[in-house]
T-cell receptor, first 111, second 109 residues
Framework: GEEVAQTPKHLVRGEGQKAKLYCAPI?????VFWYQQVLKNEFKFLIS????????ETGMPKERFSAKCLPNSPCSLEIQATKLEDSAVYFCASSPFDEQYFGPGTRLTVT | GIQVEQSPPDLILQEGANSTLRCNFSDSVNNLQWFHQNPWGQLINLFY???GTKQNGRLSATTVATERYSLLYISSSQTTDSGVYFC???????????FGEGTQLTVNP
């Protein structure tokens, strides 16, 4: 597609539950990025992929967060045992190699 | 890591006014992008501008890479321009974007 698609738009989880977010990058883009917008104006990088390979995972809290980008499937970001502090908007972006294009985001609320 | 500073943090304008937003970065970059986050939270690409000047309608941007800053100009502002404007830089090709803290713009009718 011509736009980055993210599902679901909103997700509510009780503390300790699992959350799984999905991202379909723009067709032909080889890079996929996940960012977390916690406070209104603060973006935190989580992880990036080049095709299905992890490119940079230095932003990931590895004990609870995992991500995949498999061929012919949407990319996914999974949070095991969610915490209140995980409440945020999670953005996915894709890129051919330079300009990044962002999806509409998934708002995760942990109660 | 690279630091990105935006100014001013907040800006209130009357419709029709012009404004300039600034982005300073602490090291050389491969890429610089300007985004508008509208009140619904969507991040809209405004410019991909690692260097030089670009114009798109009432908006234009200039990046002086050697001096490590970029400027976003908004002319004849409209209420729909309201939202947060972010500058983000990429240090090497294919790497993460590092965002500034944004400029909150409010345009009053």
């Amino acid at each position: 597609g011509e736009e980055v698609a993210q599902t679901p738009k909103h997700l509510v989880r009780g503390e300790g539950q699992k959350a799984k977010l999905y991202c379909a990058p723009i067709k032909g883009h080889s890079y996929v990025f996940w960012y977390q917008q916690v406070l209104k104006n603060e973006f935190k990088f989580l992880i990036s992929f080049q095709n299905e390979n992890v490119f940079d995972e230095t932003g990931m809290p590895k004990e609870r967060f995992s991500a995949k980008c498999l061929p012919n499937s949407p990319c996914s970001l999974e949070i095991q045992a969610t915490k209140l502090e995980d409440s945020a908007v999670y953005f996915c972006a894709s890129s051919p190699f330079d300009e990044q294009y962002f999806g509409p985001g998934t708002r995760l609320t942990v109660t | 890591g690279i630091q990105v500073e935006q100014s001013p943090p907040d800006l209130i304008l009357q419709e029709g006014a012009n404004s300039t937003l600034r982005c300073n970065f602490s090291d050389s970059v491969n890429n610089l992008q300007w985004f508008h986050q509208n009140p619904w939270g969507q991040l809209i690409n405004l410019f991909y501008i690692p260097s030089g000047t670009k114009q798109n309608g009432r908006l234009s941007a200039t990046t002086v890479a050697t001096e490590r800053y970029s400027l976003l100009y908004i002319s004849s502002s409209q209420t729909t321009d309201s939202g947060v404007y972010f500058c983000a830089v990429e240090e090497t090709s294919g790497s993460r974007l590092t965002f500034g803290e944004g400029t909150q713009l409010t345009v009053n009718p």
